[in-house]
């Protein structure tokens, strides 16, 4: 572009000397030019949008030692990792940098779904790496409304990076595959899995309260093993049956119950741990706008 | 605060070196575009009062908070805010959840400004609580927003204002509460 197209704007903002003004003088080219330039800085500088912060200690709460804002991810559905949080702008902004600083398990990875004005969850995703204690994390480019107001809304789910269910706490087994049957529980939204071999704990803090998901693989062992879908594990009524949810299509439901009949197929059910994120800080910050 | 030329300015424009070159016969242009940035920027910039939110993924507080009043309610309060003198209004948002199977049911959300001494209380705003309205569903809940705004008439200190937000949720007629769970609220200033 022409430099005498491209704006040019103030490092600083200061006033113009009154002098500058004086009645029946005319303006020169430096002031014209330092009028422009420091209207240009007054429309284009960023600014923070918002900033939440929760405790970082860990506090006790019916027996249990956990963070303030604590939450176990949902590994194959979006869930809401905060409500809404409307705030206004300076017109003219259309972009800004998220911080979120949280304690993710070392080896777990959550993925964070942002929503704004100009974005959607599943076009803007970023994937936080757990450290085992609080980090910070940082989201940019994330577009905004040119309005002046707009909204934030973060979603998350698991990475499906999680350990196989320690069965010294949470009881057996964590991967199964035969004499299991399955049935849906239609209007629950939820389906079960029945397993006589399983001897799953179901008192307090249990599998499904501490958050795990089920997941199923084919050719489990084999060359080309593939993960043919998962669900977070929602209930465990009985010590050899739990429900996962949401529930199973029909069509994935019966070709799932007949593959798990098939013993030709090496299908395999696993039970994992899912991510868990403690979150201490919300921060959007307004990126300056350039010509 | 009414503009230099009585106009709402909401957004501005750059100014291009071209036209406050020496040769350009553009003077009015420059200080036009040059008063309509500040115009817009005093209107725009600062205008948060504040942000208070109410995660459901608070296990401190598992029982969601949840407000249960035939009765406004504070659901959020701030303090020490800053109006400046230009400011004609302030105004929020919540967003609350509640229980499916509870209607008929109607929210009650007013905003309060006081400086200490003179008080400005904006209307309720009020609608009905049904599948139709609600902005999303939430964990078996359905979501909504409702929005409430003041004018400043009395209010005259600048500094240490407290707004208030009040909000509850009841039969349409005034009869039997019904439950409220804040999920967060902003509240901000602007002019007209």
Sequence with gaps: MSTWLTPEIASAFGA?????????????????RTMAMQANRLISV????FNLVWPEQQVTFEGVSQYFF???????EWEMLHPPITFPKLPGLDSGKIYIRANIPSGDDVIVGVETGRSNRDDLTATLTGTGSFANYSISSVPFDLGAIDQL?????????????NTTTYGTLNTGSAALSASPLRGWGRDYLVDASNNWNTG???????????????????????????????????SDRLEWGPALTRDVFLAFRAAIANTA??????????????VSQIMCVLDSRTP | MTSFDGRAYTGAEFIPPALYHPAAPAVGDVGLQAMAAAYMASRYRGQLVGVQTYPMRFRFAAHRGTVSSTS????????DVHLPAHATHVGAELWFAHAPGEEPAEVNASLEVYDGSNTDTGSTSTFTLTEDTAEGAFAGLYTYRVLVEVALANVTAPDEVRVRLKAFVDEPTGGAARDLTPLSATCWRWTV
């Design chain 1, 16 to 32: 113009l000397d009154g002098a500058a003004f004086t009645d029946g003088r005319a303006l020169d080219a430096l002031t014209l």
């Design chain 1, 46 to 49: 960023g600014h923070q949008a």
């Design chain 1, 70 to 76: 604590d939450a176990v991810a949902s590994p194959s």
């Design chain 1, 153 to 165: 809304t973060l979603w998350f789910r698991g990475g499906f990076k999680g350990d196989l269910m």
């Design chain 1, 204 to 238: 307090a803090g249990n599998l499904a309260e501490a958050g795990h998901y089920i997941q199923i693989v084919d050719d489990y062992g084999g060359s080309d093993p593939r993960v043919m879908w998962r669900r977070k594990i929602v209930a465990l009524p009985l």
């Design chain 1, 265 to 278: 197929v090496t299908t395999q059910w696993e039970i994992r741990k899912l991510p868990t994120i403690a």
């Design chain 2, 72 to 79: 406004a309610v504070d659901i959020a309060e701030w303090g």
